[in-house]
């Protein structure tokens, strides 16, 4: 008995300290997993350079041009030039074709009032050239119609002023 009782003397001189609280472990690093899906982007639309497509297009015109100018002359340069044998000054007027690109009151519907004229899209019959109406076809017709077709694609990108929408009213 004195043995315990020097025990319990032991313990309350130490002062006795309860047991310390139980360590709760750190928790685990998480587990590396995918990464979340990046959010869904459309993708930017092409830069476009407006001055290189009209620039492709103006020269696009004038290689049609150069190709179709034989017919031009052939056909209506005797009516459409200063130096034309029929030319006088209301068909100047109209249109001239004494440099390029045309000038004269249509010269901003040029490809269109030609199409008319000769009938390229079918709708009227031709009405030119004046003395033989109907006279241009073949390659001739086709050399026109190619240049018409790149007058009024650079007129729409801005090159020179766009054609109005066809009219057959001429």
């Known amino acids: 008995m004195i043995r315990s009782l020097l025990l319990v003397a032991a313990l309350v001189a130490c002062g006795g300290k309860p047991a310390p609280a139980p360590v709760t472990p750190a928790p685990a690093p998480p587990v590396a997993a995918d990464p979340p899906p990046a959010p869904e982007t459309t993708p930017a639309p092409p830069v476009v350079d407006h001055a290189k497509e009209q620039a492709d297009l103006l020269a696009a015109e004038t290689t049609a041009y150069e190709k179709a100018k034989p017919a031009f002359t052939k056909y209506c340069a005797s009516c459409h030039t200063k130096a034309g044998k029929k030319a006088n000054k209301k068909k100047l007027d109209h249109f001239a074709m004494d440099a390029y690109p045309f ?64 009219k057959d009213d001429d």
Not at 123 to 128: G, L, N, S
Request: glycine share 10%; aromatic share 4%; no cysteine.
């Open 103 to 166: 000038t004269g009151e249509h010269a901003k519907s040029i490809g269109n009032e030609i199409r008319v004229v000769l009938a390229i899209d079918g709708h009227k019959k031709a009405t030119m050239p004046s003395d033989k109406p109907g006279a241009v076809t073949g390659d001739d017709l086709a050399a026109i119609k190619a240049w018409s077709e790149a007058w009024q694609a650079a007129g729409k990108a801005g090159v020179h002023p766009a054609e109005p929408a066809d």
